[in-house]
């Protein structure tokens, strides 16, 4: 997995691709914390998605989230067998889709592990999983995925599956800035 010195140059590399954007809690939250990947460090901890766009460069692929009930990109939580942020975004997305790893093509914005976004955000206590609150440091990345847009994903990772135009995700808070950089970058 990428060391405290390359997550910080991930970053820094990602505000210099895509300045105005205000990531100094990340930053501080890589400079204080010594373990970023466990799932276990309620300071926060980051997580890996993947933006996986058809062939048109059209639609998104997004899943019905099984906690939160609302559509989503895959993605979750580095496991220690990743070495590297850009591997977990692959390997979720393809768990969570059911999507081959080597059909899912991935687009970098500029140099190679540099995410097309970076999202922190709050995550609700989970008395399940004896959770408390946290952020979730979310690096974003994009896929295209060429084949049959009839998914099946594996139920025990999401409620189901819909390819959404991207022009009916540009006025949706949560997914209007990664469709203007999928435009940007497609």
């Excluded at 062939?55 to 692929?61: E, H, N, P």
């Excluded at 999202?119 to 999983?129: E, F, M, R, T």
Aim: hydrophobic share 35%.
């Amino acid at each position: 997995m990428e060391s405290k010195q390359e997550v910080s140059s991930i970053v820094t590399e990602y505000l210099h691709e895509f300045k105005g954007e205000d990531h100094r809690d990340l930053l501080s939250f890589t400079s204080d914390n010594e373990l970023l990947f466990t799932r276990k460090n309620f300071n926060g901890h980051i997580t890996a998605s993947a933006f996986i766009i058809d062939a048109t460069c059209t639609q998104l692929l997004l899943l019905k989230h099984k906690l939160y009930d609302r559509y989503l990109q895959p993605g979750g939580h580095i496991e220690q067998d990743d070495t590297n942020i850009l591997e977990a975004a692959l390997r979720e997305a393809s768990e969570e889709t059911g999507i081959p790893q080597d059909e899912l093509l991935y687009i970098p914005v500029t140099a190679q592990h540099i995410p097309i976004d970076i999202d922190s955000h709050y995550i609700p206590p989970n008395a399940l999983k004896n959770e408390p609150e946290h952020v979730h440091h979310d690096f974003r990345y994009l896929f295209v995925y060429e084949g049959n847009k009839n998914l099946v994903v594996p139920i025990n990772e999401s409620r189901g599956a819909k390819w959404i135009d991207l022009s009916q995700l540009e006025n949706e808070e949560i997914f209007s800035t990664v469709v203007q950089k999928i435009k940007l970058f497609r």
